[in-house]
Every structure is written in structure tokens, then in C-alpha cells.
């Protein structure tokens, strides 16, 4: 099964009205198709397993909660891409979360070295360099880049100023840069520094 971007999913008026009204059926169909993308989501900005199956449920429980406040001026997944976003920034928030990073922290200077060849490479030593951002530095340059959120729009979310979510950016870019190494700067992880 090809998995659909968050974004693109859109649900029909009938969908819609039936899944308000309480059908299951329906209900499960929304579930199905926006469970595995938000979970992706999610892992991108909270880096931990655990707490990402956490706010997936919180955010689709909210979503089902919500669906009377769905308007629809957007697609439906944008709708609940701003639902778990926002659960994740509660989540950054959160004295709970702010000490599992710091302990996480402190245990993954201890890992060891995964060995990889070329994209995989890439991929593994730009994801390490991501989960070395602080949650909210990670959060802004992934909602930028990867996301296509603009800083009118991350402000918003992050209840700040456009400057905040600038700064935050550079801030990120400036960090990835000095992780990577730079034959990974010149491939994938390039993209995320432009």
C-alpha cells in the first residue's frame, strides 16, 4: 500500500458527516489513513518511540473529538498534521519531557557507530545530527524544511514571533552544518541547510 502525505489526504462531505454522526466504519477508514503518516510525524519531532505512540493517540483521540471543528478551507490533513504538531509542542512543554531528553542525552553519547555505505550513510548521519537538536530547534527545522511551513506559520504554532522561529532555523542549520561532515553536507543532508 502506497502511503499518502499527511497533506494530501482530504475526506468528502459524506465522509465527513458520517464520521461526526459516530460511524465506525468510517471512523476506522480516517484512522487507516492518517495513523501512519502522523506517526511519522511525530517520531520526527519527539525522537522517542515510546512517546510518539503516546501523542499519536492523543492526537487522533483529539482529531475524533474535534471533527466538528474541522471547517474544511484546508485539506483534512493539514487539520491533523496543526492536531499533532501541537501535541507535540505541549509535549516539549512538559518538565517530564525535558528530563527524558537530558537523560537520553547522556546515554546516547555512549552508543556505538553504526557503519552504513553511501545514501544509507547519508541518511543515518543526518538523522543522528537531527536528534542532537534541541526538541524545539529540531521541531522548527523540520516543520521548515521538510514540512514546507513558513516562519508565519511555525510562530504561530509555537505561540512566538516570526524572529523566534528564524533564529531557531539558523540556529538548527548552523548546528546541522557543523555535524555533518561534509561529503554528507553535498548530498541528501544539503537540502536541509539551503
Same mark, same amino acid.
Given at each position: ?14 465522509? #465527513?458527516? =458520517?464520521? $461526526? ?5 468510517? +471512523?476506522? %477508514? /480516517? ?7 502522523? @506517526? ?48 507535540? #509542542?505541549? =509535549?516539549? $512543554? ?5 528530563? +527524558?531528553? %537530558? /537523560? ?7 552508543? @556505538? ?62 548546528? /546541522? ?18
Amino acid at each position: 500500500m502506497d502511503m499518502q502525505k499527511l497533506a494530501e489526504i482530504q475526506v468528502t462531505e459524506t465522509e #465527513l458527516a =458520517a464520521a $461526526r454522526a459516530g460511524d465506525l466504519t468510517v +471512523r476506522g %477508514a /480516517l484512522f487507516q489513513r492518517v495513523a501512519a503518516p502522523t @506517526l511519522g510525524l511525530i517520531r520526527r519531532l519527539v525522537r522517542h518511540p515510546a512517546l510518539a505512540d503516546d501523542l499519536l493517540q492523543d492526537s487522533l483521540i483529539a482529531m475524533f473529538e474535534h471533527l466538528d471543528d474541522y471547517r474544511g478551507e484546508a485539506p483534512f490533513g493539514i487539520w491533523v498534521r496543526s492536531i499533532a504538531v501541537s501535541r507535540c #509542542l505541549m =509535549a516539549f $512543554r512538559s518538565p517530564w519531557h525535558r528530563a +527524558r531528553v %537530558a /537523560l537520553d542525552g547522556f546515554t546516547e553519547d555512549h552508543r @556505538l557507530p553504526v557503519e552504513a555505505e553511501g545514501r544509507t550513510a547519508d541518511l543515518i548521519d543526518l538523522d543522528r545530527a537531527l536528534a542532537r537538536l534541541s526538541p524545539t530547534t529540531r521541531a522548527v527545522v523540520w516543520l521548515y524544511d521538510v514540512e514546507g511551513w513558513s516562519h508565519e506559520e511555525i510562530a504561530k504554532c509555537f505561540d512566538r514571533t516570526v524572529s523566534f522561529s528564524k533564529s531557531q532555523l539558523s540556529r538548527g542549520h548552523a548546528r /546541522l552544518r557543523g555535524e555533518l561532515s561534509p561529503p554528507t553536507a553535498s548530498g541528501f543532508g544539503a537540502s536541509l541547510l539551503e
